[in-house]
């Protein structure tokens, strides 16, 4: 229907890091009426906007990849935000390799199944505490390890229980209306319906920030992102307790 879901299997948003991202609208909108949406719907609109990365301080974010923002749009009806409109039942995945999950970002519709397979010689977890994703696959060794089905919408953070400093991030999208910014800072957003919704902008340097919109035409021109240098957020273990550096198998 739209853009292309981006970050399909073994695809990845390159490095990470989770640093707060503050989204400051700083202009109005470049929206222009779209008979010949892709949607094909009566009053579809085309919109272009454009995210400008900045450091602390909103000096421009010199040498972060512009192209790994992705934008979405999540229409909304009388009755709340609306849920699956995108469901998918392919399979991705996210690898643990060298103490480390390959790629460390991906983003797959809902409904979409991840699996974890471990490609090192030693013991790993994977669990996330993330609100809706909630998932543990206990203490495995190498081989295919098993799927997670990502049921709700959002930014879900992925932990090893035995490694501190493995991290990644699985965003759930349920809306087909997304893109990825081009090199240019731009990105389009095709056959948005007229009415309310939920603008998602994210870089996997920053946290996901959302917008809830009157309507499409209120979607900003230019957005500015803070983002960061890649680093483990703060968190605990799946117990809720400290990480303890010498004790190994506690999966
Ligand atoms: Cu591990």
Known sequence: MTAELEGRPTSALAALAALALTASLVSTLTSTPASSSPSGQAGAAEVVTR?????????????????????????????????????????????????????????????????????????????????????????????????????????????????????????????????????DGTVVLPGLPQGPGTLTVWHPRADLSTFELANPSSIPAVIELEVGRRQVPPHNNKFAKPYRAARRYDG
């Open 51 to 183: 995210i400008d990365l900045v450091r602390s301080g909103g000096r421009p974010a010199a040498g972060v990849p512009i192209d790994e923002v992705v934008v979405a749009w999540t229409a909304r009806g009388a009755s709340g935000r609306q849920k699956a409109s995108v469901r998918s039942d392919e399979e991705y995945e996210l690898v643990t390799r060298g103490k480390a999950f390959r790629p460390d970002s991906i983003m797959v519709p809902l409904g979409s199944r991840v699996r974890f397979p471990n490609e090192d010689p030693i013991l790993h977890n994977v669990f996330s505490v993330s609100e809706g994703n909630e998932f543990d696959l206990g203490l495995y060794q190498r081989g295919e390890g098993q799927t997670v089905a990502f049921e709700s919408a959002g930014l879900v953070r992925v932990f090893c229980n035995v490694h501190h400093d493995m991290f990644a991030h699985v965003l759930v999208i349920d809306t087909p209306i997304l893109g990825r910014v081009s090199r």
